[in-house]
T-cell receptor, first 113, second 113 residues
Framework: AQSVTQLGSHVSVSEGALVLLRCNYS??????LFWYVQYPNQGLQLLLK??????LVKGINGFEAEFKKSETSFHLTKPSAHMSDAAEYFC???????????FGAGTTVTVRA | DTAVSQTPKYLVTQMGNDKSIKCEQN?????MYWYKQDSKKFLKIMFS???????INETVPNRFSPKSPDKAHLNLHINSLELGDSAVYFC????????????FGPGTRLTVT
């Protein structure tokens, strides 16, 4: 079964600063990889995903992530944080052809004015 | 139009009661899921149905019983509610396997007193 590790349960950044959220997975075969965002009292929304092809994936709201097979990582970045980015971020992984998503523990992002 | 809807949004009940949560999706998807998010925001898959067939059944107490009357609906019935069942329950749907995005409902916050 896949497992996902998100380093850092809480990240605090200044408005305009780089946002970097770390995600590592355990698999010998490249899985499907996802980042979801959860705003307070809401459901999850997909930010971006990697299934195949280009390893640098661009998503919504200016986020992007890079799949690095050698490091089994899928870190999420945004060059310039906005107050509206304050939310909970989840990395998730599934085996190819599978229906089961395994989520990381989540990272809470706060943005300081 | 709401893509994935859940009712009720909030549910407060006493230990020992039986309750149901309903989920409907209007996306034409063939796969639906139930997730549980605990107080530490950890998300875990509970069940999944594909074309009304149960395909994922995680280690969940048999007090929890999903029912899918058709592809657009997936309900969750919980018998003999316990304090530990307090959580936010999310419904989600997707088309086919997880190469495609999962769409999440807004969640149902269940509080057992």
């Amino acid at each position: 079964a896949q497992s996902v590790t998100q380093l850092g349960s809480h990240v605090s950044v200044s408005e305009g600063a780089l946002v970097l959220l770390r995600c590592n997975y355990s698999s010998s075969v490249p899985p499907y990889l996802f980042w979801y965002v959860q705003y307070p009292n809401q459901g999850l929304q997909l930010l971006l995903k990697y299934t195949t092809g280009a390893t640098l994936v661009k998503g919504i709201n200016g986020f992007e992530a890079e799949f690095k097979k050698s490091e089994t990582s899928f870190h999420l970045t945004k060059p310039s944080a906005h107050m509206s980015d304050a939310a909970e971020y989840f990395c998730a992984v599934s085996d190819r052809g599978d229906y089961k998503l395994s989520f990381g523990a989540g990272t809470t992002v706060t943005v300081r004015a | 139009d709401t893509a994935v809807s859940q009712t009720p949004k909030y549910l407060v009940t006493q230990m020992g009661n039986d309750k149901s949560i309903k989920c409907e999706q209007n996306l034409g998807h063939d796969t639906m899921y139930w997730y549980k998010q605990d107080s530490k925001k950890f998300l875990k898959i509970m069940f999944s149905y594909n074309n009304k067939e149960l395909i994922i059944n995680e280690t969940v107490p048999n007090r929890f019983s999903p029912k899918s009357p058709d592809k657009a609906h997936l309900n969750l019935h919980i018998n003999s509610l316990e304090l530990g069942d307090s959580a936010v329950y999310f419904c989600a749907s997707s088309q086919g396997d997880l190469m495609r995005e999962q769409y999440f409902g807004p969640g149902t916050r269940l509080t057992v007193t």
